[in-house]
């Protein structure tokens, strides 16, 4: 059997890309992982629309769940102060950032988390894309 390669893209609201212009972090939509994904990475994107300058930057995170810990129905996600790391894009070195980072599948759901620290005086165009391995 083939494996077979799935790209999805990471969407806020069910649109596919969310601008940064506050300091705050925001939530893409649930991403759930395939039962028969067997390696699964992110490709960040941060492009900042204003010239950038020093500290123009993209926290990430990624929140995972495992199910429902608290058992009061629903899944609950890490929290955005104690997700996962994943990178700091920096629009100022480059402009756009981009890069990718691998997750791991033992989690069954997941979310991504961005937040642009000097977010109000910039806007900064965020996007994420999913690509997982499945076995065929």
């Known amino acids: 059997m083939a494996n077979a390669r799935t790209e999805t ?10 601008t940064l212009d506050d300091n705050v972090w925001h939530l893409s939509d649930e991403m759930a992982i395939n039962s028969s994904t067997f390696s699964i ?4 994107d941060a492009n900042n629309g204003s010239t950038p300058q020093t500290g123009d930057v993209v926290e990430t995170k990624v929140l995972y ?15 955005k ?6 990178r700091l894009l920096d629009t100022f070195i480059e402009n756009p950032a981009r890069t990718s ?4 599948i033992a989690p ?29």
């Not at 990475?41 to 960040?44: D, G, I, K, S």
């Not at 429902?68 to 890490?78: P, Q």
């Not at 980072?101 to 791991?104: A, I, N, P, T, W």
């Open 9 to 18: 893209q990471v969407t806020w609201s069910t649109a596919s890309n969310i």
């Open 41 to 44: 990475l992110v490709q960040l």
């Open 65 to 79: 769940t495992v199910g429902d810990i608290l058992e009061d129905s629903g899944n609950d996600y890490d929290t």
């Open 81 to 86: 102060e104690h997700g996962q790391y994943l």
């Open 101 to 104: 980072v691998q997750l791991s």
């Open 108 to 136: 069954g759901n997941f979310k991504i988390a961005a937040k642009a620290p000097l977010g109000i005086s910039r806007n900064i165009v965020f996007r994420a894309r999913i690509i997982e391995l499945r076995a065929g």
